[in-house]
């Protein structure tokens, strides 16, 4: 039973790979932070495998752990090492890889999101671009579904004023 | 004037991420009939979700390279050589999202041993994964006893803090079906190394001998049944003078 978790977390990770980078960019709003984040939470999956239940999403469960691990351990320890979090505007958002003006309009879409706060732009890639549901997202992020509405309504309010009619629109 | 419930950000937000229930939403839509003010409430609230989920898709093809030691073979389940449908769409998914690790999936070392599956393993560890680590005396201590008993072995602390490493853990992985210790550290230079130990049961003696591996430098010895490996950083003769150290001690 042990062995066959351990298969299906191991197994698993290399495919859902890009998806745990891209949820620890949205936890840490850096892409250095977020690969070093996404590699050490692989580690811990790997070492908390045999607590994997197969046939239950590993992709919620990896994210859970991520999110622990991030708050709990690692963003303080970040913070105390005086690599402040953010500065959102030196936040290098790589490029897309589609053709130009849609790289360009992701690129102001994405740099809307990352400048929402911390727990917002987690929440809202959880919801809206992950396409979890409220009781899904609250689950892996460990809080109420209430919490996830008002962390929405918030994100929403933000990003109607930010994104113009164009960003708004397009898409 | 009729009256309308008031409805909250969170409702509308709700109402707009389609998590209303349909009773709940078909009341809500009746009173935006009714009432211009939460129309425009509503219409505050409008973004266009479907550009956030398209621009975070785009964002996966930006995602670095999957470490290689992800993509190895895992030591305990050593699989078949024939190609199976899984395991070809691992490898399709692999070539895909990392370009990298197909032909050590397709062609798993026949004989790996488990100092190669701790190195692919201490090979993800970074400076983050130990460096928060903070336990008193007395957790480090309790910890270090019970995972020790789980290959047979007592290990006191201070022969574990005597050294030039900082003593960060200890943990339990396992290797085919078999308890392997892991004791993890970091060098002064912030590096992670491991100090792991598996019980063979074979009574040889060997002594100290240095090597590369998965690119890590490495000490490996063994004596009373057990099975040593010093792994990390780049340091070789660190790593071969603490194993030194750890051998005479432990």
Not at chain 1, 23 to 37: E, H, K, M, V
Not at chain 1, 131 to 136: A, R
Not at chain 2, 67 to 91: C, N, T
Not at chain 2, 154 to 161: A, G, V
Request: with cysteine.
């Amino acid at each position: 039973m042990a062995k066959s978790a351990h298969d299906t977390v191991r197994h698993g990770l290399p495919a859902l790979y890009p998806r745990i980078w891209r949820y620890c960019l949205a936890l840490t709003g850096s892409p250095d932070r977020a690969r070093d984040l996404a590699q050490t939470a692989c580690v811990h999956a790997l070492e908390k495998a045999s607590l994997f239940e197969p046939g239950t999403h590993l992709d919620r469960w990896v994210f859970r752990m991520t999110q622990r691990l991030w708050l709990n351990d690692l963003r303080a320890e970040t913070v105390r090492r005086g690599k402040g979090l953010l500065p959102i505007e030196e936040l290098d958002i790589p490029d897309t890889g589609s053709d130009q003006q849609s790289n360009l309009f992701f690129k102001q879409v994405l740099s809307k999101v990352m400048s929402l706060p911390d727990a917002q732009r987690v929440t809202v890639v959880l919801v809206y671009v992950e396409g979890y549901s409220y009781k899904e997202a609250a689950e892996t992020l460990d809080i109420p579904i209430g919490t996830v509405m008002s962390r929405l309504s918030a994100a929403r309010s933000k990003l109607a004023k930010a994104l113009t009619p164009q960003e708004r629109d397009a898409g | 004037m009729s009256k309308t419930v008031d409805y909250s950000d969170e409702q509308l937000t709700a109402y707009l991420d389609g998590e209303m229930s349909g009773q709940d939403a078909a009341a809500l839509e009746r009173a935006l009939e009714q009432e211009t003010g939460l129309r425009d409430r509503l219409e505050r609230l409008r973004i266009d979700t479907e550009a956030i989920r398209r621009a975070g898709d785009a964002l996966l093809d930006s995602a670095p390279a999957i470490p290689d030691a992800l993509a190895q073979p895992a030591a305990e389940a050593p699989a078949p050589r024939a190609f199976r449908l899984p395991a070809m769409a691992a490898v399709a998914l692999l070539c895909v999202f990392a370009g990298a690790g197909l032909t050590k999936l397709l062609f798993p070392a026949p004989e790996e041993t488990w100092q190669d599956f701790a190195a692919i393993y201490h090979a993800l560890y970074v400076a983050n994964t130990l460096n928060h680590i903070e336990q008193t005396e007395a957790a480090a201590e309790a910890e270090l006893i019970r995972v020790s008993g789980a290959i047979g072995k007592t290990i006191d602390l201070d022969e574990l803090k005597s050294g030039p490493l900082d003593y960060k853990r200890a943990q339990i992985l396992g290797y085919k079906g078999k308890p392997l210790l892991q004791l993890a550290f970091l060098s002064k230079i912030g590096a992670p190394v491991a100090l792991c130990i598996y019980r063979s049961g074979d009574a040889a003696k060997a002594a100290v001998a240095a090597a590369t591996l998965r690119g890590l430098s490495s000490a490996t010895w063994s004596k009373d049944g057990y099975e040593y490996l010093l792994i990390g950083g780049t340091d070789q003769k660190l790593i071969t003078d603490a194993a030194k150290a750890f051998a005479r001690l432990i």
